[in-house]
Structures are given as C-alpha cells and as structure tokens.
C-alpha cells in the first residue's frame, strides 16, 4: 500500500480546496515588513515602483495607505540632505528618519515602526562605518551606529535593525539602548548580510553606493554559510532579539541553516535586486509577476524565515 498505484499524490492535487487542505506553508500579511525610503523634498525621485523615495508628507500619505490594506510593520530608511565624514544625518535629532518617525508615530500607534540602522545613507563616502586611513573602522564606527540607534528609540521606532556589519555592533547598541532606558526596544540584526550585487536597485534608490572600493571587507563572502552561522551566534550572544539574513532567494540554505540552529525568530530581506529582477521580466512579459513574487516569498518562508522584509508587501493585500 506504499507505492504506485495505490498511492497516487495527485489525488490531493486536484482542485484548488484540496491543495488548500494539505497546504505545508502559508503567507500572511502578519509577516510581512515593507521597506520605505524618506528624503528631503529636494531629492525625491522616482524609482522602481516600491522603492521610491517620499518625503515625510509623502510617507505619511503612502503609511496611511498601507495600513488602511492591513500592512502592519515598516522599515525605514533615509536620504539625507547633506552626507559627512562622521554620517551626522544618520544620528541627528532632526534627521531626516527621525523627522519621519515623529510624524508616523503619533498618527499610526499600533503600526511596528522599524528603522535600518546604518551609516552608508550618510557618509560622504558611502561606506557603513567611519574611515581611518582610507579604511572602515570597526571600533570607532560602534559609537556612531549606537547614537543612530538610541535616536530613532527616542523619535518613535518600535526597533532598530542594524545592517552595517561591524563586529560588535549589536552589543554596543544593546548598551546604549539599556543606557537610556529603553531596555525594551528589540534589535533585528542584519546578521548574515552579504556583499552581494543584488542591492543595486536600493544604492540607487538610497543614493548609498560607496565613492570607492566596495563592501566585502565587512559584508560576508557569498561563498560562506559556516561563517553566516558563527555571525548569527554571536549576535544572538550579544543580544539580538531576532536575527535577518540577506538577501534572500540565492540564500534559502543558510536560512535553513539558521532555522535548524537557532530558536530566535528569523528574518529574510527579499532585496531590492531580487524584486526588480521580477519587476523587470514582467514589464517585458517573460513572466506573470504576482506569480512568481508570491512563489519567490513562498520559498523564503519554506527555507524557514518566520518574517520577511520585501517591496512587495505594498501588493500582498490584494494578492493574498
Ligand atoms: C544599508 C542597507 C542596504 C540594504 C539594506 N540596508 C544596502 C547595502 O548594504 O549596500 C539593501 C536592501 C536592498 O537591496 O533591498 N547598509
């Protein structure tokens, strides 16, 4: 009774009610973050559809919108006015996040307000930590990214997700978070993120493409999972309440990894290049985007991601 003919797997496959009985994984809007891009009204522009950056009249029009569909958390990121040495616009009371974040927060109270917490956005040079000698400096860049942190808590994030790889970020961010009392904000670590080439869409959209050199000498190897391992593990140690492997679609197995070796919740970042690949085959008709986006986020969810930050949570209400 275990084989062909009485087994027949088709039988569960022949109508839609059937194989929504037998379904193994599910998407729900509840999972689901939407990234959004701030910017002085002076550099607004319009990219991929998803990724265009508002301003913070803009964004509370576009937040609006997406709460009224049933979207429940956003992340943000911003565009400053002006980039420095020391990526002051990152961590400045009225930076461009944090002036967003003030006028979110009081109009959407139950919507999850998350903010990237990095400094590429901000740095003349484009790169995620302060340079010494032409070099990232892990230690001296801790400090920047813990005021970041503390100064999006005290705008009004609900949590902060740090994605600019330095050794020890979570811990110091930790402290100083514990420091002003805000002990009960939790920190999404970005920590498997890789130097990958599927961010191109977001530089663009973020204006956050490094001026020289590239971002391998902080972001991991694509070739690694062991090493992706070992990151999620110490950011678990260090403190992090959930941890985001990145991207997504080329990296189900070391999300599976991280699902079988850690008990925190996961996050996947479907990236920008992963969504504009889509985007792209569909505006030239090779493929039926509402097809493979909720295909592509099936398979994330499946590898074992608990949440997923992709553009096209924006889509999902009507989709689902
Ligand atoms: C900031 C940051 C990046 C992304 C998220 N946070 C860009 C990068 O590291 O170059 C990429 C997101 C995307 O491609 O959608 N460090």
Same mark, same amino acid.
């Given at each position: ?144 990214? $813990?005021?970041?942190? /503390? !100064?999006?808590?005290? &705008?009004?994030?609900? *949590?902060? +997700?740090?994605?600019?790889? @330095? =050794?020890? #970020? ?96 996961? $996050?996947?970042?479907? /990236? !920008?290049?992963?969504? &504009?690949?889509?985007? *792209?085959? +569909?505006?030239?008709?090779? @493929? =039926?985007? #509402? ?30």
């Amino acid at each position: 009774m275990s084989s062909f003919p009485d087994v027949r797997l088709r039988r569960f496959r022949r109508t839609g009610a059937l194989r929504g009985l037998v379904r193994e994984t599910r998407l729900d809007l509840e999972a689901f973050v939407m990234p959004l891009f701030v910017a002085p009204d002076s550099l607004r522009n319009e990219a991929l559809p998803g990724m265009s950056r508002h301003s913070v009249d803009g964004v509370v029009r576009e937040v609006e919108e997406l709460v009224r569909s049933g979207v429940q958390a956003v992340m943000l990121f911003g565009v400053p006015e002006e980039k420095d040495e020391q990526a002051t616009g990152a961590w400045e009371d009225d930076g461009i996040v944090q002036l967003a974040l003030r006028a979110l927060r009081p109009r959407f109270p139950e919507l999850v307000l998350m903010t990237d917490v990095c400094l590429c956005e901000y740095t003349s040079h484009g790169h995620c930590g302060v340079l010494v000698d032409g070099e990232v400096h892990n230690d001296q860049s801790l400090e920047l990214l $813990a005021r970041t942190a /503390v !100064s999006h808590v005290e &705008a009004g994030a609900d *949590a902060v +997700a740090p994605s600019d790889m @330095m =050794d020890g #970020r979570v811990h110091a961010i930790r402290e100083a978070l514990d420091e002003q009392s805000f002990e009960s904000t939790p920190i999404l670590a970005y920590s498997a993120k890789y130097a990958s080439a599927f961010y191109g869409p977001f530089r663009e959209a973020a204006d956050s493409t490094p001026s020289f050199g590239d971002r391998r000498g902080y972001q991991m190897d694509p070739a690694n999972v062991r090493e992706a391992l070992r990151e999620c593990e110490l950011d678990v140690e260090e403190g992090a309440d959930a941890i985001m492997i990145k991207p997504a679609l080329p990296y189900l197995d070391v999300i599976r990894a991280a699902r079988e070796s850690f008990d925190v919740p996961i $996050a996947a970042y479907n /990236v !920008s290049g992963e969504y &504009a690949m889509i985007k *792209a085959a +569909a505006a030239a008709g090779w @493929m =039926d985007e #509402r097809q493979a986006a909720l295909e592509s986020l099936v398979a994330i969810k499946r590898a074992g991601a608990d949440l997923i930050v992709s553009y096209w949570t924006k889509d999902l209400p009507q989709w689902l």
